[in-house]
């Protein structure tokens, strides 16, 4: 029950101001409570709706604490008292259930430096995940949590959470007017407690409950309310890995890539409605990566969203990750172990879009605010998401500075951007005139540019020897090429090209394929212009594509044939390497994301067979330089045979930088070629490193008896030459090893 009022004189609040105190709708509660002066004393003034008494402790010169009953003024809770001037104060609340004290929230003066605001603003300040949010800290020596969020056309801003049974009354925020940002220290309380942000609109109208852009940690889904995040550093052990990063990410390297959806890469007793922790798939997932001789696993969207049907690709939460899998620190001891297992982490990251969710971004303080105006600009015709409008400054800024907080504050090894195409293009997907030209009249997004350019600028200054990766689906020009040259800035792009054609051509039935030549050699034109990975991604191997083994034409064995193949000369052609989660398992059903992988392939001939297979390439890849160290080169390829469309048989050198040439031929038919001779420039003993058809990867065992020996009879431009057995639907590597062992 609230106390009767008391006397008191607010002449300094006009009858307006305590309207918009009294109803949670005050934009300066500083001018009304906290410390005011009053001649030779000082008032102060709290607002503690339902409390049912509070009192005021203070110092005397002696250090003795006195307690007096401050007056409620106000029957919706407003109290004051008067204490000698700049004596030293602090609360205590009698609730219903018990009494609480604390230091006033309104006593401290702002929090956020001038510099901060100013880089805020600029869209400059690389490290919002310490300046914004909900940062646990301490303040004059008292602990606490200082909030602070942009909403600067909001006409009130009030933390709400489990600290204040989200009564919106309780804690009005200070409006900083340089940034558009609303601050609050409030004492007392820590990490774990939930909060959303209370605001009203440009016209009084109050919004939704707001989740935190800038929120470190977020609740497991469908709930939607930020949590305030433990502040322990993490304590790393992955010294030896950051060192020698530098060196595993040079174009040089071998690179190969597993991509993962964790929720659906093994589930739990088979549960679909259960998913692994970071801590179990610290104890899985990696071993098993490892054991297969990948160099990076890379991770479907990890950062917090709503609905996991969009499989992480429609974030909320750019600062935190996503709590099914557990904690923020417990995916930081995730990515600690990867390290100490030798393997890279890269993490798939989304800032072209977003969904509306009321809870999140959209019209986020009663205005556009993250997003466009116009939905011609500001609505994702695709995926019913609204654009990051990448023109504002504190827009860039933002998602520049989540890029960097994975990079640094979770020891990520790189980004795969995800839709950079819908960025680039002002009328990506957009039909007839449904868009808004640039400038000067042209479809291209300068804005998404000059955004792209200054994310890898700054990755590159405050990120060194991480990786930044384009999914970019269309033919702009210098994607990987420096800013400084015009370029986009990014390390690699994938090479969706390739990916189209090259499975355009193995889905065909082999009768056909020596009329698409093409597919396989059209590649190779372009395949030096950019430096490329070679890309088979989830989206290749879900809505009814099918997976890679089903795509395969053919029966029974003749389709993992098929797929051996694809594999091998995806391996073995010019580009780093990612396959999708499955495709070493050969399951034969499509990724369904609420189920998991096949793992009872593992039982079969053809499941092991793959799976060894796989192992045996990403071993080959790093073992033969020639295999990675000129991939992106064009003097570390050489075609041998491009035009044998009658057999459907393709051949080429890999080199390195010993010069040491590797031999690949692929015979993309189901019928073996016999005495198939092969010029080569070295005499002697070439080694099979790899054939495909071997009984070891489920094939029928046909090749060469390790190798061959070379004839000193001229063939394709070459003094010596090699006769071959090619095995029907296989791939052979093979290597000058001198004499015949």
């Not at 309780?170 to 990490?191: K, N, S, T």
């Amino acid at each position: 029950m609230t106390p009767p009022t008391a006397p008191s004189d607010l002449s300094d609040i006009t009858q307006g101001q305590l309207e918009k105190l009294l109803t949670g709708s005050c934009r300066d509660p500083f001018s009304l409570l906290g410390r005011h002066k009053a001649g030779r004393s000082d008032v102060i003034r709290v607002f503690m709706p339902d409390a049912r008494e509070v009192r005021l402790v203070r110092w005397t010169r002696t250090g003795i604490q006195r307690e007096q009953a401050m007056r409620c003024v106000a029957q919706a809770g407003l109290y004051e008292a008067r204490i000698p001037a700049n004596a030293l104060y602090k609360l205590r609340i009698g609730w219903a259930d018990g009494w609480e004290e604390c230091a006033d929230p309104y006593s401290f003066g702002p929090l956020l430096s001038a510099h901060d605001l100013h880089l805020f603003a600029e869209g400059k300040h690389r490290d919002l995940a310490s300046m914004m949010g909900a940062q646990v800290t301490t303040v004059d020596d008292i602990p606490g949590v200082r909030f602070a969020v942009w909403a600067p056309n909001a006409g009130s801003v009030s933390v709400v959470g489990d600290f204040n049974l989200w009564n919106t009354r309780r804690h009005p925020m200070r409006f900083r007017h340089d940034a558009g940002i609303w601050e609050l220290f409030i004492p007392g309380i820590g990490a774990g407690s939930r909060y959303k942000y209370d605001m009203t609109g440009p016209d009084g109208s109050r919004l939704p409950l707001h989740a935190d852009p800038f929120a470190l940690a977020s609740e497991v889904p469908p709930a939607t309310a930020s949590v305030i995040a433990d502040p322990t550093p993490f304590k790393w052990n992955d010294q030896q890995w950051i060192e020698q990063r530098a060196r595993r990410h040079t174009e040089s390297a071998p690179l190969s890539i597993y991509e993962c959806h964790v929720g659906s890469w093994r589930r739990p007793g088979g549960d679909s409605t259960q998913v692994l922790t970071w801590d179990e798939l610290k104890d899985t997932l990696i071993p098993y990566v490892a054991d297969l001789g990948f160099t990076h696993i890379e991770l479907m969207p990890v950062m917090s969203h709503p609905f996991d049907g969009s499989w992480g690709y429609q974030p909320l939460g750019l600062f935190a990750p996503m709590a099914r899998q557990g904690s923020p620190r417990q995916l930081a001891s995730f990515i600690d172990a990867c390290h100490q297992a030798g393997l890279g982490v890269i993490l798939d990251w989304v800032p072209a879009h977003f969904p509306s969710d009321l809870h999140g971004l959209a019209c986020f303080d009663g205005t556009c605010l993250f997003e466009h105006m116009d939905p011609k600009e500001g609505l994702h015709p695709d995926w019913d998401t609204l654009i990051y409008n990448v023109g504002r400054n504190e827009v860039r800024g933002f998602l520049i500075a989540s890029a960097l907080m994975w990079l640094n504050r979770y020891h990520i090894d790189g980004l795969r951007v995800d839709a950079v195409a819908s960025m680039l293009y002002r009328d990506y997907s957009r039909p007839g005139d449904d868009w808004v030209p640039n400038q000067y009249g042209g479809r291209e997004n300068l804005e998404a540019v000059g955004f792209l350019r200054e994310l890898n600028d700054a990755v590159k200054t405050y990120a060194p020897h991480s990786l930044m990766i384009a999914e970019e689906s269309t033919a702009w020009p210098g994607v990987t090429h420096k800013t400084q040259n015009g370029g986009l800035g990014f390390d690699y792009k994938w090479n969706m090209g390739w990916m189209h054609d090259t499975l355009s051509y193995v889905g065909r039935d082999p009768i056909w394929r020596r009329y698409h030549h093409d597919n396989i050699l059209f590649g190779l034109h372009y395949a030096f212009s950019e430096k490329f990975i070679l890309p088979l991604s989830h989206d290749e191997v879900v809505h009814g594509k099918g997976s890679l083994l089903s795509r395969m034409p053919g029966e029974g064995g003749t389709r993992y044939a098929g797929l051996r193949a694809y594999l091998a000369f995806m391996w073995a052609h010019p580009g780093k390497k990612l396959i999708f989660m499955g495709a070493e398992l050969a399951q034969w059903e499509e990724w369904n994301p609420h189920g998991e992988l096949a793992w009872p392939m593992l039982d079969t001939q053809w499941g092991r067979g793959m799976h060894t297979l796989v192992r045996d390439l990403n071993r080959l890849h790093r073992e033969l330089p020639a295999m990675h160290q000129r991939d992106t080169r064009p003097d570390g390829f050489i075609w041998v045979i491009g035009n044998d469309t009658e057999n459907s048989v393709f051949a080429w050198f890999r080199y390195g930088d010993d010069d040491t040439p590797v031999l690949v031929i692929c015979n993309m038919t189901p019928v073996a070629r016999s005495d198939y001779r092969i010029g080569v420039p070295q005499d002697g003993w070439w080694a099979e490193y790899l054939n495909t058809d071997a009984h070891d990867y489920g094939g029928g065992g046909e090749g060469n008896a390790g190798g061959c020996m070379t004839q000193p009879i001229s063939s394709h431009g070459y003094d010596q030459s090699c006769v071959l057995h090619l095995p029907p639907l296989s791939v052979i590597y093979l290597k000058p090893t001198g004499y015949k062992p």
